[in-house]
């Protein structure tokens, strides 16, 4: 069932192919992220007996008082979902436990997870979690055809396989033409939510582009140039007007690296 793909069209009427996570990978990666968290809770508690008491006799809670036992309750449950929903959200969709295994969270239309899709599937882990030990979220992960528990349905979301890093391959046109640019994704400066304007179809021109960019004459890479700039930058809001042609070339193939990290999947 691990091997299993989906057919994604974006809005922009782009197909996409995803090889979904399973339950194996899936509970794999959570028992990473409850490691984790078990960890933080209990140098949480260990810190605040220490700072309040001055005394190492761990789990002696009839030295604690009941406000710092209460403290010690709420940050628990801050840290647990707090934890899911931000790194879900800034990362890309990938906990700790999801990058370490090469899984991550997408909206059920190819594009980013959302803070609110984020927000409502972490959430309803109360509900996966009955009656107990995820049961609910156990049987609804294997049982359907996406894989999906309760939070996903809910939330709109899909939990996918992410593209493995193939050794000694060779690179494709637009990357070898920024190898021999020496070009960096920190030699353009984007906003942190920029990319958040740009769909699949702005990678797949982005794509097109950086890949036929080295085959074109000077008038034809000049003209496509400037075309592709005008879109994708004009999306971001940056002025580029006053770039030079190989500035504008050198700016597009870096934004291409930014939007691979984003758009380009195993497929």
Known sequence: MEQEQVGIKTPEYVSLQFKLAGLGSRATAFLIDSAILMVANLLMYVIAFV???????????????????????????????GYF???????????????????????????????????????LRIIDALPGSYLVGIFMIFF????????????????????????????????????????????????????????AKDWKLIKTYGNRLSGLTAHERSALTKQTADILFGKLGMDMSEKEQVELENALLVLYLHMKDEWEYEL
Request: a positive charge.
């Open 144 to 199: 359907h055809p996406q894989h999906k528990r309760v939070g996903d349905l809910v939330a709109g979301t899909i939990v996918v396989h992410e593209r493995k890093a193939q050794s000694k391959k060779s690179l494709s046109p637009v990357e070898k033409e920024i190898s021999r640019r020496g070009l960096a994704k920190h030699d353009l400066d984007l906003g942190e939510w920029a990319l958040d304007s740009l769909g």
């Open 85 to 123: 929903i931000a790194f879900e959200f800034f990362s890309g969709g990938r906990t700790i436990g999801k990058k370490l295994i090469g899984i991550r969270v997408i909206q059920d239309n190819g594009h980013s997870l959302t803070l609110l899709s984020s927000f409502i599937r972490n959430l």
């Open 51 to 81: 700072i309040l008491t001055g005394e190492m006799v761990l789990f002696d809670t009839s030295s604690i008082s009941l406000f710092l036992f209460g403290i010690i309750i709420i940050m628990m449950f801050v840290i647990y979902w």
